[in-house]
């Protein structure tokens, strides 16, 4: 006897909230970028143990990512997103009360730990009430909500810092997530075929992840989509430094130049829901992982030959996220596709791939930063290269897949 239930049609508001759960992540990592010089000077730290701000929440949200996956197919999404809702919000106050680099660490993974609930589960949650059919224009529709945080959060960010510091973002960010937790409790039901026990007594995350990687097609998907987030992070994060001490401008201006980056973002997700269902979805991830290592490399070439201005470090994020928004809906549909039976597993994967490369390619540049942009260009080319392999591979093997 089958006793799956299927969840009730989503209405406008149900859609609206899932939507905003979307910014949670994207309210953790980018409100923090124009913070980071200002956190540097205020605990007397170098280049590197400031990155950590950024670095070490990022791997804390890609492994994250792997737990909310399984645990909302064993128990349920409602519940699971909840709680992740409850960290970001306490993680948020951790850090406005921090005392030391370290506490101020400590309360980002906090934060960042519950941030990383509002990526992977928004999209297995809107595989589960609007099917497989709809999933790519659907993502595409949610990755344009997930960049208002970024076009939102930075550019107040910046005008928070210099009217009343660093600890100003973090504050107005616990008090978003506390906004977001009630509109889940009151909106959000659960929309696991089965309520989320169907299939526990046989999750086992680490045979689940093995499984997956193993499937070439799930692997390239999400690692294209993961080295493509750590081109991006690794330019914004060495931007932030770039802007503010090799070019003495300050930290508002930062957040004026960002919007290149959500705009692009918005205009890549907007063409990508256009064009789904009349493109595959292959060649949607082949062309934003071509227009990234173009762009990359172009940039790379003008600041070789010594021309570095705003422009010439920011404009190129236009493009850069433009192929985000091609590639990322396509490339995260493709995965849970790919996934199946284990779609929450197989989203989390995904996120966790989105978020991995850009904490181990932001703390690299970290690492190798050294007041030029010359270490930038290294990292942003090197991660999008690695994209681009990646990149290609579904479509090379769309037909091998369409015969199945």
């Known amino acids: 006897m089958n006793t ?18 979307t910014a949670i992540a994207p309210l953790a990592l980018h409100m923090v970028f124009p913070a980071v010089p200002a956190v540097k000077a205020h605990f007397g730290v170098d280049e590197a143990t400031a990155e950590l701000t950024l670095s070490v929440p990022l791997f804390t949200m890609a492994f994250m990512t792997l737990a909310y996956g399984s645990l909302s197919d064993r128990f349920g999404r409602r519940p699971v997103l909840l709680g992740a809702i409850a960290l970001f919000v ?40 609007y099917g497989t059919e709809k999933l790519v224009k659907v ?51 659960e929309t696991h075929p089965t309520g989320g026990g169907g299939v526990g007594t046989r999750i086992n995350p680490v045979r689940d992840f ?35 001490e090799y070019l003495h401008r300050p930290a508002s201006e930062y ?32 062309m934003g992982a071509t227009l990234l290592i173009v762009t990359v490399s172009t940039q790379a070439a003008v600041i070789a030959a010594g021309i570095v201005t705003p422009l010439v470090l920011f404009l190129p994020g236009l493009f850069i996220t433009f192929a985000q928004g091609l590639a990322l809906p396509n490339s995260q549909s493709g995965a849970i596709i790919e996934a199946g039976a284990l779609a929450g597993t197989g989203a989390g994967i995904g996120v966790f791939m989105q978020m991995m490369g850009p904490a181990s390619f932001t703390q690299i540049y970290g690492l190798i930063a050294d007041g030029t942009p010359t270490p930038m260009t290294i990292t942003v080319c090197t991660s999008a290269a690695i994209s681009f392999a990646f990149g290609i591979i579904p479509f090379l093997t769309r037909r091998r897949a369409s015969k199945r």
């Open 4 to 21: 799956e239930t299927r969840p009730p049609p989503p209405g406008a508001l149900f859609a609206c909230v899932l939507a905003s759960i």
């Open 90 to 129: 306490a993680g948020s106050l951790a850090c406005a009360l921090a005392n030391s680099i370290w506490v101020l660490i400590a309360g980002r993974v906090l934060q960042a730990a519950g941030g990383a609930g509002g990526i992977g589960l928004a999209r297995t949650i809107a595989r589960d009430v």
């Open 139 to 189: 993502i595409a529709y949610l990755t344009m909500a997930y960049t208002l945080g970024p076009m939102l959060a930075t550019p107040l960010g910046g005008l928070l810092i210099e009217l009343s510091g660093w600890r100003a973002l973090v504050t107005t960010a616990a008090g978003i997530g506390a906004v977001l937790a009630l509109l889940t409790w009151f909106v959000m039901y």
């Open 210 to 244: 093995v499984t997956l990687m193993g499937n070439l097609r799930f692997a390239s998907f999400v690692l294209q989509s993961g080295f493509s987030s750590g081109a991006f992070f690794a330019l914004a994060s060495a931007n932030a430094f770039l802007l503010t």
């Open 255 to 286: 957040g004026l130049y960002f919007l290149f980056f959500p705009g692009g973002f918005i205009v890549g997700n907007f063409v990508s829901s256009r064009l789904s269902g009349r493109v595959p979805l292959e060649g949607m991830v082949a």
